[in-house]
């Protein structure tokens, strides 16, 4: 048999070896925005999983873009050496393509760890004064957040640039700017969250204006040859929010700027959203903006099953799939879904015996174990 999503794929000036690639995951485990040794076991385990691209969790560009005070951070020298010294260990393990997604939390920032309750910090606890469109809360019981000045966005574009500069020094082969999730840029993006009257509020053009200004801020400093992509939304999932024929025209705007993929997530501006969640669930916004864009485009959402993943790539939804659950819950998956396949995938070397063709009976494990 033939599988699609064990077949190349071009991505900038890179050709992936399979459709399957890992979604960003906060982990929530550093220090002052320094990755630490939970890091390299985690992205370790990942890049070892016969994936062909990973991307490292959602990256704060300043102390205050983080959704808690344990998110990853790329603003000090401190965080670009821990970031570089979990980097070159993923190089010296596996070739998989390594990249950054750089953000903002705005409104949904200051807050707990999901395991310690995800709720906003109080003063005692260290909360910090957040940032959005629109002086708006995320919902009853949080803060409202501070309304950007032109100047403050001014110079959250000036901290994604000295990001994108030392994700380059760092020696990620491609950033992913985040916008989708309710984080800042998709707080832009979303009525619900944008209730500017200036240029930056109002039609989609406006909503638009501030992530694209970032996109192309970052894809200006970030060296020609390597890749900078984007998640996107789907859809608010709520009456009067940022809907799937916005999805595409935004696409359509990140293609002209230069945008190497997007991949296509839904929801999370508002907490109350009724969510149809189910298994491939946002694969249909993914595909409307492959079908209507032409822009490489990666499904994300319950996809679990590896027929279900060949599926999405061999009726033309997406180009490849992003896991995330799926792969915290078995980083085999890769490996797995090429037997299940009935594909062969190289394993590294120090792990080629647990091919399940390398157990078959009558094959020994040789005299030296
Ligand atoms: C532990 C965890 C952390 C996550 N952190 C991020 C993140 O940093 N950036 C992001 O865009 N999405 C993040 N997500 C969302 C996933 O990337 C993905 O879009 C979502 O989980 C749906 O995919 P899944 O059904 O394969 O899990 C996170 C999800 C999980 C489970």
Redesign the pocket.
Same mark, same amino acid.
């Given at each position: 048999m033939t599988s699609q999503l064990f077949t190349p794929l071009q991505i900038g000036n890179r050709t992936l070896p399979n459709r399957i690639t890992v $979604?960003? /995951?906060?982990?929530y485990s550093a220090i002052n925005g320094s990755m630490t040794d939970w890091h390299l076991m985690h992205l370790g385990t990942l890049a070892i999983s016969g994936a062909s691209m990973l *991307?490292i969790? /959602?990256t704060g560009v300043t102390p205050a873009a983080h959704i808690t005070p344990y998110c990853v951070g790329l603003y000090s020298d401190d965080n670009e050496a821990a970031m570089k010294r979990v980097v070159d260990y993923v190089r010296s393990i596996s070739p998989i393509l390594l990249g950054v997604?750089l $953000?903002h939390a705005g409104r949904k920032g200051s807050a707990h760890r999901?395991w310690q309750g995800h709720g906003p910090l109080q003063a005692d606890e260290g909360a910090w004064q957040t940032q959005a469109p629109s002086a708006v809360p995320l919902a009853a019981g949080w803060p409202a957040p501070q309304a950007m000045s032109k100047s403050d966005m001014q110079q959250l574009t000036g901290a994604f640039v000295q990001a994108a500069k030392r994700a380059a020094r760092v020696g990620l082969d491609f950033i992913e700017i @985040?916008s &989708? @999730?309710g984080y800042l840029l998709s707080e832009f993006l979303s009525p619900l969250s944008n209730k500017r009257s200036d240029e930056y509020g109002g039609s989609l053009e406006n909503r638009m204006r501030f992530p694209l200004e970032v996109f192309r801020a970052v894809r200006e400093v970030f060296p020609a040859d390597r890749h900078v992509g984007a998640?996107i939304s789907g859809t608010d999932f709520v009456d009067g929010g940022f809907t799937p024929d916005e999805a595409v025209v935004y696409a359509r705007a990140l293609k002209a700027e230069g945008c190497a993929y997007v &991949?296509v997530?839904s929801g999370g501006v508002v907490l109350d959203a009724k969510i149809p969640v189910g298994p491939g669930y946002?694969v249909p916004f993914a595909e409307r903006v492959k079908k209507e864009v032409g822009i490489t485009t990666g499904a *994300?959402?319950?996809? &679990?099953d590896a027929q279900q993943a060949e599926a999405i790539i061999t009726n033309g939804q997406a180009d490849f799939i992003? #896991?995330?659950?799926?792969? #915290?819950f078995n980083p085999r998956w890769p490996q797995h879904a090429a037997v299940a396949l009935g594909v062969e995938v190289p394993y590294p070397p120090q792990y080629e015996r647990a091919a399940p063709k390398a157990w078959r009976p009558g094959r020994t494990l040789g005299k030296i174990s």
């Open positions: $979604a960003p /995951m906060c982990q *991307v969790e /959602m997604q $953000a999901p @985040h &989708t @999730h998640k &991949t997530s946002q *994300v959402g319950l996809i &679990t992003s #896991l995330a659950r799926a792969m #915290l």
